[in-house]
């Protein structure tokens, strides 16, 4: 299939070793009298169910003609249906939902993910599966937490007990598309669903303590996850606080930046460390009048916090030259008159929340959303002119102090400070 229609389909067909350990995750004792793919594609789902449950009912759908004629010849025992999975008439009494689902299709330019197919087939499986009924999918790992698929998360712990959730990393070939394995039993008995115990790699962990992240994140250890409840426990906000400035989208860098000579001096991502920004390697050639996206300039020239856009957990300076910055480095300036700048440049530079934001987010990107969910610690003015005097006068050189005095402020015990110090070294 040319890449340009299996990319509008969402055609990447499953690995049959990946379907056979899939299924293999499944309770022994099952034996569904009704199974369903709701985007077979050629089959292989629905020929393993096959093999596995002789006596079992398979169904499948798919809106590729092509694809079926193969899943026909394939699975000749399943009824094949020329449909679309997510609104062809199927009935609410299914045993087992499973496949792979198309991740993107369907999605047009600027379409949010919310709006992405893989959301829409799990409600679908959702409203089709029996109550104990399970869905066994491979869905996109991002799907688990990223902030856009809140909705269709949602859907899901209030219908369904989820037994397993497995990150698989990328695997189909030649496409970076990191992938998870999603189980679930629809479960109309709340407690059971709260209790159920949901199986990470990284142990069990209870569905209700799962919830409580907001999403469903799987890489997280029962120690680490009680450690993001306590800093969060002793954590403010930034959201409603500060102004975030978005660094300048030039369209073309190449024509737009200059090394030398002329131009603005404009600070790129890499030209922050931890409390320093170098003297920018690059400067703006054009009027900012005339990039394709920009804050106003006078947020630019306010005293801000600076910090790069793509790293795996805050790294963060103050700018107090009032520079541009460009969409590597985005900013944030500081409006509630009992904060500040070198303090919060202090907090994101800590332990504990560079450790929050590398164990809540698993793509190296700080987004607005991510900053304003961070927890900043709560501490009294004096602490926090402490903090601020600390890093205005040593930056860099106190790093370290200024690591145990943040975490002074969320009453961390030795163990703990190890623990947040050894997972910063890692990320
Ligand atoms: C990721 S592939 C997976 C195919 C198969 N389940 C497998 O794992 O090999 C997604 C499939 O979804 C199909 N598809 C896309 N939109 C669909 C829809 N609305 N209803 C049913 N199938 C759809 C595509 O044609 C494609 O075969």
Same mark, same amino acid.
């Given at each position: 299939?040319?890449?340009?229609?299996?990319?509008?389909?969402?055609?990447?067909?499953?690995?049959?070793?990946?379907?056979?350990?899939?299924?293999?995750?499944?309770?022994?004792?099952?034996?569904?009298?009704?199974?369903?793919?709701?985007?077979?594609?050629?089959?292989?789902?629905?020929?393993?169910?096959?093999?596995?449950?002789?006596?079992?009912?398979?169904?499948?759908?798919? !809106?590729?003609?092509? =694809?079926?004629?193969?899943? %026909? #010849?394939?699975? &000749?025992? +399943?009824?094949? /249906?020329? $449909?679309?999975?997510?609104?062809?008439?199927?009935?609410?009494?299914?045993?087992?939902?499973?496949?792979?689902?198309?991740?993107?299709?369907?999605?047009?330019?600027?379409?949010?993910?919310?709006?992405?197919?893989?959301?829409?087939?799990?409600?679908?499986?959702?409203?089709?599966?029996?109550?104990?009924?399970?869905?066994?999918?491979?869905?996109?790992?991002?799907?688990?937490?990223?902030?856009?698929?809140?909705?269709?998360?949602?859907?899901?712990?209030?219908?369904?007990?989820?037994?397993?959730?497995?990150?698989?990393?990328?695997?189909?070939?030649? !496409?970076?598309?990191? =992938?998870?394995?999603?189980? %679930? #039993?629809?479960? &109309?008995? +709340?407690?059971? /669903?709260? $209790?159920?115990?949901?199986?990470?790699?990284?142990?069990?962990?209870?569905?209700?303590?799962?919830?409580?992240?907001?999403?469903?994140?799987?890489?997280?250890?029962?120690?680490?996850?009680?450690?993001?409840?306590?800093?969060?426990?002793?954590?403010?906000?930034?959201?409603?606080?500060?102004?975030?400035?978005?660094?300048?989208?030039?369209?073309?860098?190449?024509?737009?930046?200059?090394?030398?000579?002329?131009?603005?001096?404009?600070?790129?991502?890499?030209?922050?460390?931890?409390?320093?920004?170098?003297?920018?390697?690059?400067?703006?050639?054009?009027?900012?009048?005339?990039?394709?996206?920009?804050?106003? #300039?006078?947020?630019?020239?306010?005293?801000?916090?600076?910090?790069?856009?793509?790293?795996?957990?805050?790294?963060?300076?103050?700018?107090?030259?009032?520079?541009?910055?460009?969409?590597?480095?985005?900013?944030?300036?500081?409006?509630?008159?009992?904060?500040?700048?070198?303090?919060?440049?202090?907090?994101?530079?800590?332990?504990?929340?560079?450790?929050?934001?590398?164990?809540?987010?698993?793509?190296?990107?700080?987004?607005?959303?991510?900053?304003?969910?961070?927890?900043?610690?709560?501490?009294?003015?004096?602490?926090?002119?402490?903090?601020?005097?600390?890093?205005?006068?040593?930056?860099?050189?106190?790093?370290?102090?200024?690591?145990?005095?943040?975490?002074?402020?969320?009453?961390?015990?030795?163990?703990?400070?190890?623990?947040?110090?050894?997972?910063?070294?890692?990320?």
């Amino acid at each position: 299939m040319p890449s340009a229609s299996r990319k509008l389909l969402g055609a990447y067909y499953t690995p049959a070793s990946l379907v056979e350990n899939a299924l293999g995750t499944l309770p022994e004792t099952l034996r569904p009298a009704r199974v369903l793919d709701l985007s077979c594609g050629e089959g292989v789902w629905l020929g393993a169910a096959g093999a596995r449950w002789p006596d079992a009912s398979l169904e499948g759908l798919d !809106v590729d003609r092509g =694809a079926l004629e193969e899943a %026909a #010849r394939l699975v &000749p025992a +399943a009824r094949l /249906r020329l $449909a679309d999975g997510l609104l062809a008439p199927i009935g609410s009494d299914v045993d087992l939902v499973l496949g792979n689902p198309p991740w993107g299709a369907g999605r047009v330019g600027n379409d949010r993910r919310g709006q992405e197919s893989a959301t829409g087939f799990v409600v679908r499986a959702l409203e089709l599966l029996r109550p104990g009924g399970r869905m066994c999918l491979l869905l996109p790992a991002a799907w688990l937490e990223v902030a856009a698929h809140r909705a269709g998360r949602e859907r899901l712990l209030e219908l369904a007990a989820i037994e397993r959730l497995e990150p698989l990393g990328n695997v189909f070939t030649g !496409v970076h598309a990191p =992938a998870a394995l999603l189980v %679930a #039993r629809r479960e &109309p008995d +709340a407690a059971a /669903r709260s $209790a159920q115990p949901v199986w990470t790699p990284m142990g069990p962990v209870a569905q209700a303590t799962l919830a409580g992240e907001g999403s469903l994140n799987p890489r997280l250890s029962a120690g680490d996850r009680a450690l993001l409840i306590k800093l969060d426990a002793r954590a403010e906000r930034l959201a409603g606080r500060v102004t975030f400035i978005l660094g300048v989208v030039t369209g073309r860098n190449r024509a737009a930046l200059v090394d030398a000579g002329g131009g603005e001096p404009i600070v790129s991502g890499t030209d922050v460390s931890a409390f320093r920004i170098r003297t920018p390697a690059r400067r703006l050639a054009l009027p900012l009048e005339r990039v394709q996206q920009a804050a106003r #300039r006078e947020n630019y020239a306010r005293r801000k916090v600076v910090y790069r856009f793509i790293a795996r957990h805050p790294v963060a300076a103050v700018d107090e030259e009032g520079r541009l910055t460009l969409n590597s480095a985005n900013a944030l300036a500081v409006d509630d008159p009992a904060l500040d700048e070198h303090f919060v440049a202090a907090a994101l530079n800590s332990s504990p929340l560079r450790f929050a934001h590398a164990a809540r987010h698993a793509l190296p990107r700080l987004l607005r959303s991510h900053l304003e969910r961070l927890p900043l610690p709560a501490a009294s003015a004096s602490a926090r002119r402490r903090i601020a005097r600390l890093a205005e006068a040593r930056g860099a050189g106190a790093t370290e102090e200024l690591d145990e005095l943040v975490m002074d402020l969320f009453l961390l015990t030795p163990a703990e400070r190890a623990r947040l110090r050894s997972a910063c070294r890692a990320s």
